[in-house]
Structure formats: C-alpha cells, structure tokens
C-alpha cells in the first residue's frame, strides 16, 4: 500500500449535478478525514470517521453534503445538486489509532471539483 | 479549540540562502504540531511534527522546525533553499488528547528565486 488514494483526481461538473468521489485510506489506517480547500486558504475540516463510525461533522458540511464509509475501509464523500461555491479540492487523508498513540495523518492528491 | 495564524502569505527568497516561514498558534490545552508541503495540484505531504520531548524538531527535505511554548509558536526554518522547495507549506495543529481534528494554518507560498 503506497499511501491514501482518491478517485478521481479531476472532476467538472454542471451546477445541479451530484457527484461523488472515493477515498481509499492506508489499510491499517482506522481514522479517515475529509477536507476541503479552496484557493488561497488551508485545507478546512469537514467530516471524520472512526472504523465505519461517523464521530464529528463540521458544520460546513450542508445537507447537501454526505459522507459515508461502510466496512470501515474506503469512504464516500457525495454533494448533491451542486453550487459554483461547491469548487475545491477535496482532499482525504487517514491515520492509525494505535492505542494511547495517535499518529499523523496522511494525505491523499485530492479530488479538485470545478462546478461550471 | 485551537486556531493558526500564519502571517506571512508569501515569501521570496534567493536560491542558498536561509529561510524562515512563520506560524503562531492558539490552544487552551496542550497541543501537537505539524508543518505540511504542497506541490501544484497535489495532496500534503508531512514535513516533521512536534508531539512532545526536544523542542527544536528535525524533518525531510533539510527542514527543522521549534516549538517554543511560552511564545506560542512554530516556526520552519531551513539554512539554505534549493528551487525544488518552491511550494506551500501549511502549519497545522491538533490537541494532544485523544481524538482532536487537525486545523491548519492559511498557508505560505515560498518561492525560490534562482
């Protein structure tokens, strides 16, 4: 496993359309995060799982925004009926909860959507 | 909560010569801290942490960061840049205990000038 893989890298959109990416986290990895960034600023929170467990929602997360991550392996980050403000980077990344230890997170490329 | 400020939003500097990206935090409990790199149009890659024990922090790539607690800062250093360090670095921090989401800092773009 080389690290975090998300699919795809690229996406264009028309507004109103759904979309939906996918996150393949580092396998040992039980820690699953969803960030979102948007040009000239740093990756901001969006959604957290523990195994399949969704444990905290930013609250830039919209109703029309959901996150699901079944068999605690890969996740989903869907959007529906997309906004021209929906365009970002949507950026995944995982981390192993080895106990009392936390390590650090890990990041995959990123899925940039543009919403035309 | 913990929140970053990084001041600096770009920073030139010649190819050699030192440099030194800034980051200020915010934290009412004890906290870890990250430097993170980004290349165009790719994810963040780890550049060192600080999680606890000597406060001056070596990474990859040369980088070396300290934490000075009593200032509340982190600041990333390297004597001597290379334009293969042309990037966007992003400090970023997290409470130290148990699960605490990671905020990070707006960035500074360096750009090496040859």
């Known amino acids: 496993d080389t690290g975090v893989s998300q699919d795809p890298r690229h996406k264009i959109t028309k507004r109103g359309q759904n979309v939906t990416f996918r996150c393949d986290p580092i396998?040992?990895?039980?820690?699953l995060y969803w960030y979102r960034q948007t040009l000239g600023q740093g990756p901001e929170f969006l959604t957290y799982?523990?195994?399949?467990?969704?444990?905290?929602k930013s609250r830039l997360l919209s109703d029309r925004f959901s996150a699901e991550r079944p068999k605690g392996s890969f996740s989903t980050l869907e959007i529906q009926r997309t906004e021209q403000g929906d365009s970002a980077m949507y950026l995944c990344?995982?981390?192993?909860?080895?106990?009392?230890?936390?390590?650090?997170?890990?990041f995959g490329q990123g899925t940039r959507l543009t919403v035309v | 909560a913990q929140s970053v400020t990084q001041l600096d939003s770009q920073v030139p500097v010649f190819e050699e010569a030192p440099v030194e990206l800034r980051c200020n935090y915010s934290?009412?409990?004890?906290?870890?801290l990250f430097w993170y790199v980004q290349y165009p149009n790719q994810g963040l890659q780890l550049l060192l942490k600080?999680?606890?024990?000597?406060?001056l922090v070596k990474g990859i790539n040369g980088f070396e960061a300290e934490f000075n607690k009593s200032q509340t800062s982190f600041h990333l250093r390297k004597p001597s840049v290379h334009i293969s360090d042309t990037a966007e670095y992003f400090c970023?921090?997290?409470?130290?205990?148990?699960?605490?989401?990671?905020?990070f800092g707006t960035g500074t773009k360096l750009q090496v000038i040859p």
């Open positions: 990344a995982s981390s192993a909860n080895l106990g009392t230890v936390n390590t650090e997170a890990f």
């Open positions: 396998s040992e990895h039980n820690r």
């Open positions: 799982f523990q195994n399949e467990a969704q444990l905290e």
């Open positions: 934290s009412s409990v004890s906290v870890y």
């Open positions: 600080y999680l606890s024990g000597s406060t």
């Open positions: 970023a921090v997290r409470g130290s205990g148990g699960y605490q989401k990671v905020t």
